[in-house]
């Protein structure tokens, strides 16, 4: 604060409108300007109303502006003309628009700054604001107070007439007007003589809710432990549904209907279904040892061709099981067998409704054909594989387990790729007529047939079939007689031969000629050391290769003959006799 300075008399340029002037007027009820406060002692003052308070701040405001800033509880009475009493029911009218932020009173201005043009909104009564009861003697936050003597300003003399205003106290923003009803304690409250007042009354002690924010947060704990927990059971039901389930609703997918199931008649399902019903599994043991393979019905009355080396192992008491497609077992016996041709005949007896399997021609068979062999590889019954035709009239030789060579077997086979298996034996090689064509018999293996456990070793594409028409012939004259014949020229062949052909030996067994007299090839020409090249004007390169040929025809067959002599090509033509087989 500045001490309060006399600036004399005369008005500056920035002196606010002295008494008397025409002051402005409120925004809302013009009204003239008090010129001066009653004299009425403030102790006995009935309360003033708005009016009276807007009048005497008005004039205690002029009167401290215009002679210098005023202590709090001090008045300068250096003034420059008495001010004439004004009644105090005028109301006054403040000189600038109302202060909505209550600016302090920040001192008047002296010779040397301009005052600040600011007034507050609403004049203090001339008597002060009463104190509320229960703030009476405290500083506002109930600590007593003792009353501080305001300091003196250096007296002036007062002109005549003039009546000093009453102590000036720090002016109180007015509170407005409070509806009906409102408590008197907030129409009587003063911020600046009680700056600590608080708004609400004090709640409980600090310390007394201590106790229930830690049971509430205790509580708001356990509730979300408990929470986590149930979350986490229905999280992981719904997990294990889902993956139980795929998911949270039943997946269904696209899918093609049932079909009449019918397949072309030449498919490999067309032909399957055909032949199955004739294809039977055989289950052969003996006194030294037992197999499995394959075989087909021939005819109602019970006959099953078969391989000769699949019936070997039953000997002369061993047991035969046929178990047709359908599951039914019965029991068979062998009719006849043929080391040979490595066929045989058995025969089942109390079975009805058999299905014999149609016999095609082996002769019409062309490289590239397609065929399908059955058959149950390694005990797997109704196998079904396809292929082709790779070749024909491959000459091969089986069995000689033996060791005598009474076992071993001369094929001109029909090569195929169709995957055939130990246990595929004498099972059918169906053309896309579904008829026979062949009898499964052989395989060549990459390991030469034999695999680590000492059995013949899978297929490598690389199976071998019995042409149809000579098993035919076989079968037949097996049911009919219970043996086969054999189709022979009388020769005794040197089987030690490297060269190309079949070369006729010096001697025959026993010390006899190579030539047996009165045979078919003694009466063709045929002598000791000639070499057979030609049979029926295919190429002969071995003694084995002449066999396979000669046995691919019947007993009686004419036979065109291709031989060298001395260095001499020849030709001669026989007809086959027979031999009995074993």
Do not use: C
């Amino acid at each position: 604060m500045e001490d309060g300075k006399s600036t004399g008399p005369k008005a500056k340029w920035w002196s606010r409108p002295t008494p008397g002037r025409t002051s402005r007027t409120a925004p809302e009820e013009p009204s003239p300007v008090a010129d001066a406060a009653p004299t009425a002692d403030p102790a006995d003052a009935a309360p003033a109303t708005d009016a009276t308070r807007a009048a005497q701040s008005t004039e205690a405001t002029d009167t401290t502006a215009e002679n210098g800033t005023a202590e709090p509880g001090t008045h300068t009475a250096d003034v420059p003309a008495p001010v004439p009493d004004v009644p105090a029911a005028r109301p006054a009218t403040p000189l600038h628009q109302p202060d909505e932020y209550s600016t302090p009173p920040y001192g008047g201005p002296g010779p040397w700054a301009p005052a600040p043009p600011v007034q507050r909104p609403v004049p203090t009564p001339a008597h002060g604001t009463p104190v509320p009861p229960q703030y009476a003697g405290t500083n506002g936050a109930g600590i007593p107070t003792s009353p501080i003597p305001a300091p003196s300003a250096p007296a002036s003399p007062a002109p005549a007439g003039f009546t000093p205003p009453p102590p000036h106290t720090p002016q109180q923003p007015q509170l407005q007007p409070q509806p009906h009803g409102a408590s008197t304690q907030w129409l009587q409250y003063d911020p600046w003589g009680a700056p600590r007042q608080p708004l609400t009354h004090p709640g409980p002690p600090l310390g007394a809710d201590t106790g229930r924010k830690k049971n509430r947060r205790g509580s708001l704990l356990i509730g979300a432990v408990l929470l986590a927990l149930v979350a986490g059971g229905i999280g992981g039901g719904i997990g294990a549904y889902i993956e139980r389930n795929g998911g949270l609703t039943q997946v269904e997918l696209p899918q093609a209907g049932r079909s009449s199931g019918g397949r072309a008649p030449d498919s490999v399902a067309g032909i399957a279904a055909s032949a199955l019903p004739s294809v039977v599994t055989l289950h052969v043991s003996g006194s030294a040892e037992s197999g499995t393979g394959t075989g087909f019905v021939l005819d109602g009355s019970g006959h099953i061709l078969t391989n000769n080396h699949v019936v070997a192992p039953a000997g002369q008491a061993g047991e035969i099981t046929v178990t047709f497609s359908g599951g039914e077992t019965a029991r068979a016996e062998v009719v006849g067998k043929d080391s040979g041709y490595d066929l045989a005949v058995v025969k089942v007896t109390g079975v009805s409704g058999l299905k014999p399997l149609p016999l095609g021609n082996s002769d019409n068979v062309q490289v590239g054909d397609p065929v399908v062999a059955i058959g149950a590889p390694f005990d797997l019954s109704n196998t079904v594989t396809s292929g082709i035709i790779s070749a024909k009239d491959r000459p091969i030789t089986a069995g000689g387990e033996k060791g005598d060579g009474s076992d071993i077997s001369y094929v001109d086979a029909l090569q195929t790729d169709a995957p055939i298996n130990p246990g595929n034996s004498g099972g059918p090689l169906v053309d896309t007529d579904a008829h026979v064509i062949g009898i499964n018999s052989a395989i060549r293996a990459a390991d030469s047939g034999a695999s680590e456990e000492g059995g013949q070793a899978g297929s490598i594409g690389l199976g071998f079939a019995i042409p149809i028409n000579q098993g035919k012939r076989v079968a037949e004259e097996l049911i009919n007689t219970g043996r086969a014949t054999h189709p022979v020229i009388g020769v005794t062949l040197d089987m030690k031969y490297a060269g190309d052909g079949a070369r006729v030996g010096e001697k025959g067994t026993a010390g006899k000629s190579a030539v047996t007299p009165g045979g078919p090839g003694a009466k063709a020409g045929i002598r000791p050391g000639d070499i057979i090249t030609e049979v029926g004007g295919r190429r002969v390169h071995s003694g084995e290769e002449l066999i396979v040929k000669i046995r691919a025809h019947r007993p009686g067959d004419r036979l065109d003959l291709k031989l060298t002599r001395g260095g001499k090509d020849l030709s001669i033509s026989l007809t086959l006799g027979s031999a009995s087989g074993t």
